[in-house]
């Protein structure tokens, strides 16, 4: 199931590229950076994906 929700994670974060090409623009030009993390909420630790 972990596997799962990192998969989505991941997703989720690449969407706004591929929907948006004012957010690509910024991306490509080193203005902003879009990361997809897990958040563990038994113990309130983030967790950054690769």
């Known amino acids: 199931m972990?596997?799962?929700?990192?998969?989505?994670?991941?997703?989720t974060a690449a969407s706004p590229l591929k929907r948006s090409p004012i957010i690509k623009a910024l991306v490509d030009a080193g203005e902003v950076k879009i990361a997809a993390a897990m958040h563990d909420i038994t113990n309130g630790q983030v967790s950054w994906l690769s």
């Open 2 to 11: 972990q596997k799962v929700a990192e998969a989505n994670a991941r997703l």
